[in-house]
């Protein structure tokens, strides 16, 4: 449930219960708060402004959490390529 943005949940203990048709397996869940991305910030830049930097790493304030792992991955590539274009080596 993580990569739906459920960062605290819980799943219990399965149990099963006979019908007329077969088994069914229940599975308690609990899924707590869906959590979302505050704001994001960058600081100390020179070469792009806020807006531009956001606008090139990808992600938002207000997306489901889940997103954030492989679209924030997928934007300080996209940083570290622009930057190195620039010629900031590191």
């Given amino acids: ?3 739906q ?9 399965p149990r099963s219960e006979r019908s007329k048709k077969g088994l069914i397996v229940i599975m308690p869940v ?3 708060p869906l959590f979302r ?3 994001i ?3 100390n830049s020179t070469l792009f402004s806020q807006e531009q930097l956001l606008e090139i790493f990808g992600v938002t304030g207000g997306e489901i959490a889940a997103s ?7 934007g300080f590539e996209r940083l570290k ?8 080596l590191n």
């Fill in 68 to 74: 954030f792992g492989t679209k924030s991955r997928e």
């Fill in 41 to 43: 910030r960058f600081e």
């Fill in 30 to 32: 609990k899924e707590g």
């Fill in 5 to 13: 943005g459920y960062l605290i949940s819980e799943v219990g203990d």
């Fill in 1 to 3: 449930m993580v990569d």
């Fill in 81 to 88: 390529r622009i930057y190195s274009n620039y010629g900031y």
């Fill in 37 to 39: 991305l505050g704001r």
